[in-house]
């Protein structure tokens, strides 16, 4: 069964970085595309960067530039820096498959504020 645990999120002030973590178990993040998604208030959940087996990389065009999705394959964690934060960033952060996303987690909260 697929378990996926997002960590890392927290306050943070606009332009400042933060670095979460998803830990998977029950799959292997480096032979599966994985993404990461997010879902303000109010807001559908939506896709913010991708990671594909090959390691090919692709975000949203409100994250470009900002956020870098990565993978440790030894740790089989997938990983998303975050950086000159903005507080349109403010959401509740979510890894999980690329294709067919299910049995999501609990996310790990991310907020923008001064």
């Known amino acids: 069964q697929v378990q996926l645990v997002e960590s890392g999120g927290g306050l943070v ?30 807001k559908q959940r939506e896709l913010v960067a991708t990671i594909a087996e090959g390691g090919g990389t692709n975000y949203a065009d409100s994250v470009k530039g900002r956020f870098t999705i990565s993978r440790n394959s030894v740790k089989n964690t997938v990983y998303l820096q975050m950086n000159s934060l903005k507080r ?24 923008v504020s001064s």
């Open 88 to 111: 349109d960033d403010t959401a509740v952060y979510y890894c999980n498959l690329r294709w067919g996303p299910s049995n999501w987690g609990q996310g790990t909260q991310v907020t």
């Open 13 to 42: 002030q606009p332009g400042g970085s933060l670095r979460l973590s998803c830990a998977a178990s029950g799959i292997i993040v480096s032979m599966r595309a994985m993404g990461w998604y997010r879902q303000a208030p109010g």
